[in-house]
């Protein structure tokens, strides 16, 4: 079963320090997620990535993305405008899952993605607050207990703040003897 490990980190510092070791600890790009408020006003911002969001569901497209940092090591990196929250930058799984579908739901924004990535309710809001006031929040996917186990070490280690893990929610594979 695919577990995630969320917590949550304090500056741009510490989530690079975070993605290096996750990175020598053996994951991959597509097994980080960061989610945090868009300063693109920064000059820290250089590389322009676009978005695939389906439109309405966000309002957004490109930003540039912290030129030679680690954090450009991510994968799908790009801004999204979250209705009623404002703009933010997202890489990873988390990146799909606020472009798509989580987004419409009753729920919505951060809160409808977090969720739809197996969170529970009441953890997904603390860390929808937390991001707000421009905090971090990374997750990290895996598929085995080793990788959680790992993820979680190397959160600690780099002194990550409000620790969880939440089992992702299974898609079901369509059957083909059910196509028509």
Same mark, same amino acid.
Request: proline share 4%; net charge negative; hydrophobic share 40%.
């Given at each position: 079963?695919?577990?995630?490990?969320?917590?949550?980190?304090?500056?741009?510092?510490?989530?690079?320090?975070?993605?290096?070791?996750?990175?020598?600890?053996?994951?991959?790009?597509?097994?980080?997620?960061?989610?945090?408020?868009?300063?693109?006003?920064?000059?820290?911002?250089?590389?322009?990535?676009?978005?695939?969001?389906?439109?309405? +569901?966000?309002? #957004?497209?490109?930003? $540039?993305?912290?030129? &030679? /940092? !680690?954090? *450009?090591? =991510?994968? @799908?990196? %790009?801004?999204?405008?979250?209705?009623?929250?404002?703009?933010?930058?997202?890489?990873?799984?988390?990146?799909? +899952?606020?472009? #798509?579908?989580?987004? $419409?739901?009753?729920? &919505? /924004? !951060?809160? *409808?993605? =977090?969720? @739809?990535? %197996?969170?529970?309710?009441?953890?997904?809001?603390?860390?929808?607050?937390?991001?707000?006031?421009?905090?971090?929040?990374?997750?990290?996917?895996?598929?085995?207990?080793?990788?959680?186990?790992?993820?979680?070490?190397?959160?600690?280690?780099?002194?990550?703040?409000?620790?969880?893990?939440?089992?992702?929610?299974?898609?079901?594979?369509?059957?083909?003897?059910?196509?028509?």
């Amino acid at each position: 079963m695919k577990k995630s490990v969320f917590a949550i980190l304090n500056n741009r510092q510490q989530a690079e320090t975070v993605v290096e070791r996750l990175k020598s600890v053996g994951f991959y790009p597509n097994d980080i997620s960061m989610l945090f408020s868009d300063t693109s006003g920064s000059k820290d911002f250089a590389i322009e990535h676009e978005t695939k969001a389906p439109e309405g +569901a966000t309002t #957004g497209g490109t930003t $540039g993305f912290v030129a &030679g /940092g !680690i954090l *450009g090591w =991510l994968a @799908g990196i %790009g801004t999204l405008a979250i209705p009623g929250l404002g703009p933010f930058i997202a890489a990873g799984p988390i990146m799909a +899952a606020l472009s #798509g579908a989580a987004v $419409g739901t009753a729920l &919505g /924004g !951060i809160v *409808g993605a =977090l969720v @739809g990535m %197996g969170m529970p309710e009441f953890e997904a809001r603390r860390y929808e607050s937390k991001i707000k006031e421009g905090n971090i929040l990374v997750s990290v996917h895996t598929e085995d207990s080793g990788g959680v186990d790992r993820a979680t070490a190397v959160l600690r280690e780099c002194n990550a703040q409000d620790i969880s893990t939440a089992s992702e929610a299974a898609v079901p594979e369509e059957h083909p003897e059910r196509k028509q």
